[in-house]
């Protein structure tokens, strides 16, 4: 079998002041929260200015955005027995935001937005999630140590869910 060398370099410094408008969170499948682009906006570009919106039936202080109805078709929650992260994967009916059509997908970190952070229990220290709406795919994973990039490696942001946070898709 091929192996595949993994970049282990650690994570740049966060890019600016910690802000609620680029906080990501994971309670439980019906509970969280995604980075999103603009209308139209594609997610690569995004990264400087994505914003948090939380699902509709989400109790966290602060949600000031909710992703649309739908949205979400499906999402499962997993957390590491050595509590090392958790994670959301799921599925998504992209026709129900305004996604760029063109659109693969792209992944929202530490470093972009500016002030980007997990603030589940004690999984503050990196995240990585990718959206893909072509594929109908999302996925978050919140880890507890800084430069974890063993189970947050920011650097697979071409790899896609299934390798970058790999989990629970079918459903």
Sequence with gaps: TPTTSVDLRPTPAP?????????????????????????????????????AFCTPRSQAPG?????????????????????????????????????????DGGQFDVRFPNGAQCTTGGYGASFIEQIEPTANRFCLRCCSSKNDQENCNSHQDKSGCLVAVPGQYDF
């Design 63 to 103: 949600c000031n955005k909710r992703l649309p109805d739908g949205l979400i078709r499906a999402a499962a929650v997993e957390r590491a027995s050595d509590g090392s992260w958790v994670q959301v994967t799921g599925c998504l009916d992209s026709s129900k935001y305004p996604f760029a059509s063109s659109d």
């Design 15 to 51: 890019t600016g002041d910690s802000s609620g408008l680029t906080t990501v969170h994971v309670t439980n499948q019906n509970d969280f929260s995604l980075l999103m682009p603009k209308a139209g906006e594609m997610i690569s570009d995004a990264e400087h200015d994505g914003s």
